[in-house]
């Protein structure tokens, strides 16, 4: 049976953009994978602690050495591994906060970055491999070649190197100029953030057709 794990990170709620993406394409999944299961974690309105000592020292101590701050630690690890590895399909929204990604979503990359768990500590070899990683980015602004501030997205780039070591390989569907709706300085950009929202959600209802899979 297929399943899919779903997880959000915007702590916008209903406002955000990234949230209504994930949504649409679990939508779209469960159309097209009737009988499939969905686990969901909710990064925003739920965040996992900070990867601090004793997360550090978890990895790096036997088990039987743990303390209970350390134990509890390594078995979030844990859950947030087995989550993945039970997941055919991953869906994460990924919004840009202050031109990087959300806290949580940093702390959901320190937690899953596991050796033994995501890795093999001894060959390098990642044990999360071969599944479908898609990540659904909302922007602001515009960051693409020859934009102002070109270059000032650092979420997008950094989440395959993050997760490099657990062998995901994400692909990703980005909207951005989504700012343009709220913010009178960026007024005359609609049409090209109303352009860039649609080509997302059309992209996304292709994702799981017969041709798409075939």
Same mark, same amino acid.
């Given at each position: 049976?297929?399943?899919?794990?779903?997880? #959000?990170?915007?702590i &916008?709620?209903?406002?955000s953009?990234?949230?209504?993406?994930?949504?649409?394409?679990v939508?779209?999944?469960?159309?097209?994978?009737?009988?499939?299961?969905?686990?969901?974690? #909710?990064? /925003? @309105?739920?965040?996992?602690?900070?990867?601090?000592?004793?997360?550090?020292?978890?990895?790096?101590?036997?088990?039987?050495?743990?303390?209970?701050a &350390?134990?509890?630690?390594?078995?979030?690890m844990?859950?947030?591994?087995?989550e993945?590895?039970?997941?055919?399909? =991953?869906v994460? /929204?990924?919004?840009?906060?202050?031109?990087g990604?959300?806290?949580?979503v940093?702390?959901?990359? #320190?937690?899953?970055?596991?050796? /033994?768990?995501?890795?093999?500590?001894a060959?390098? &070899? /990642?044990?999360?491999g071969?599944?479908d990683?898609?990540?659904?980015?909302s922007?602001?602004?515009?960051?693409?070649? @020859?934009?102002?501030?070109?270059?000032?997205?650092h979420?997008?780039?950094?989440?395959p190197? @993050?997760l490099?070591?657990?062998?995901?390989?994400?692909?990703f =569907?980005?909207?951005?100029?989504?700012l343009?709706?709220?913010t009178?300085s960026?007024n005359?950009?609609?049409?090209?953030a109303d352009?860039?929202?649609?080509?997302?959600?059309q992209?996304? #209802?292709?994702?799981?057709?017969p041709?798409?899979?075939a």
């Open positions: 049976m297929s399943h899919l794990l779903h997880i #959000d990170a915007s &916008q709620g209903e406002r953009v990234s949230r209504k993406l994930t949504a649409r394409a939508a779209a999944w469960r159309a097209a994978h009737p009988g499939g299961t969905v686990t969901y974690r #909710d990064l /925003g @309105g739920t965040p996992l602690p900070h990867f601090g000592q004793e997360s550090f020292l978890a990895q790096r101590l036997p088990r039987e050495q743990h303390t209970p &350390q134990a509890a630690s390594w078995e979030l844990e859950q947030l591994v087995g993945v590895k039970q997941a055919d399909t =991953i994460l /929204g990924l919004p840009l906060y202050n031109y990604a959300p806290s949580g940093k702390s959901w990359v #320190d937690h899953l970055v596991a050796p /033994g768990l995501s890795y093999d500590l060959t390098g &070899q /990642g044990l999360l071969g599944r990683f898609l990540v659904l980015a922007r602001g602004g515009g960051y693409g070649a @020859g934009t102002p501030r070109e270059g000032w997205d979420a997008e780039p950094w989440l190197h @993050g490099s070591l657990t062998g995901l390989q994400p692909r =569907i980005t909207a951005e100029l989504q343009a709706y709220v009178p960026m005359e950009l609609i049409p090209l352009k860039s929202l649609a080509a997302a959600e992209a996304i #209802d292709l994702l799981w057709t041709a798409a899979v």
